[in-house]
């Protein structure tokens, strides 16, 4: 098989990845947000979103991903990292999922899946199809989202009676 790049060029490679799928979502989410004013479904999730809470979360998100390939190459195992690519490509089906829950474009989707894709066929390429990667990684997915989660509570509590 011919490697398209070498691992150490697309580990340093993807979090320009991940920051262009971000980017889309900080772009597009505000006005998407904003749409969903009559859907009371959302009310709650609405309710905990601001345009700064989400960019410091992205922001947060982004120095925790710089910081494991840091781990990496410290390290010289790229295992965890490997993981958390894998997570960001089980994230974009969720992006998937959701828009076809919505019947609608959400933020993220189609720059998900242009990155997810080069990722999905990159990430095989380095790892060979290691099934116990793949699984560990939706632990991987599950960390993020509990961060995510967690990051929304907390930036909702110090900024309860704020405006941003």
């Not at 749409?35 to 601001?50: C, G, T």
């Not at 840091?70 to 894998?86: E, K, P, R």
Request: charged share 10%.
């Amino acid at each position: 098989m011919v490697h398209i790049m070498d691992s150490i060029t697309f580990y340093l490679l993807f979090p320009s990845l991940f920051m262009i799928h971000e980017m889309e979502e900080i772009l597009l989410m505000p006005s998407f947000m904003s749409s969903l004013v009559d859907n009371s479904k959302f009310k709650n999730f609405k309710e905990l979103y601001s345009p700064f809470k989400f960019n410091l979360i992205v922001f947060e998100e982004f120095l925790i991903l710089l910081a494991f390939l840091a781990y990496s190459f410290y390290v010289g195992d790229f295992t965890i990292y490997q993981t958390i690519i894998i997570a960001y490509n089980y994230h974009i089906v969720i992006h998937v999922f959701q828009s076809l829950y919505l019947k609608r474009y959400v933020p993220g989707l189609l720059s998900g899946i242009v990155t997810g894709l080069c990722c999905s066929i990159w990430i095989h390429q380095l790892v060979q199809s290691s099934l116990y990667l793949y699984f560990s990684s939706i632990l991987t997915l599950l960390i993020i989202l509990l961060n995510l989660a967690l990051c929304f509570k907390l930036l909702n509590v110090f900024y309860k009676n704020s405006t941003v």
